[in-house]
């Protein structure tokens, strides 16, 4: 069973870099699919942030681009998500999840989610 | 980038039949066969219910089925269940971002 989970600061300042992580269990990175960033404003709808590759290649979302990393480590079976300059409208559950190449099943769709992390900008 | 239009809120009584659609455009929905439906209780994990506009994966009720004609995607759900009440996301694959999602349906079960 894939397993993923969030962590990282719950409270970030104006300004300051949005980090989390995202821990992988069940399911090695290294044997391929992509690994996304998602996240949802308080009363709004999912934002699709960016993914990355088990080789560290990557895609972001060109409205958070000048503000997005993503990185992946293969020997701890994680990878993460740094967020710069951050203002209030920042603050979202941020959820990772996994998704298959359009050679894949299920195709170009998220099948495994963690269960999010809240993160408040906020001084 | 905008998001994928739903309504806000569907409702059926249990045994019912309850249709969302998802709305977009021929950059994402009207070019892709790669819509997908998510049902998120809060505080949970989004669950995949849908993929490739039709399709359901593995423990999924076949209650529930998708459709597509142009631009536009629908999600129904059948024989309504007290477990379906939940908030429902569209996906679809896109130009640019390359996944866009809808702004979401609270369904509830009467």
């Known amino acids: 069973q894939v397993q993923l989970q969030e962590s990282g600061p719950g409270l970030v300042k104006p300004s300051e870099t949005l980090s989390l992580t995202c821990a992988v269990s069940g399911y090695s990175i290294s044997s391929g699919y992509y690994w996304d960033w998602i996240r949802q404003p308080p009363g709004k709808g999912l934002e699709w942030i960016g993914n990355i590759d088990h080789s560290g290649g990557t895609s972001y979302n060109p409205s958070l681009k000048s503000r997005v990393t993503m990185s992946v480590d293969t020997s701890k079976n994680q990878f993460s998500l740094r967020l710069s300059s951050v203002t209030a409208a920042d603050t979202a559950v941020y959820y990772c999840?996994?998704?298959?190449?359009?050679?894949?099943?299920?195709?170009?769709?998220?099948?495994?989610w963690g269960q999010g992390s809240l993160v408040t900008v906020s001084s | 980038q905008s998001a994928l239009t739903q309504p806000p809120s569907a409702s059926g009584s249990p045994g019912q039949s309850v249709t969302i659609s998802c709305t977009g455009t021929s950059s994402d929905v009207g070019s892709y066969n790669y819509v997908s439906w998510y049902q998120h209780h809060p505080g949970k994990a989004p669950k995949l219910m849908i993929y490739?506009?039709?399709k359901r994966p593995s423990g999924v009720p076949d209650r529930f089925s998708g459709s597509k004609s142009g631009n536009t995607a629908s999600l129904t759900v059948s024989g309504l269940q007290p477990e379906d009440e939940a908030d429902y996301y569209c996906s679809s694959y896109a130009d640019s971002p390359l996944y866009v999602f809808g702004t979401g349906t609270k369904v509830t079960v009467l």
């Open positions: 999840a996994r998704h298959g190449s359009f050679t894949m099943v299920p195709p170009r769709s998220f099948d495994y």
């Open positions: 490739e506009v039709n």
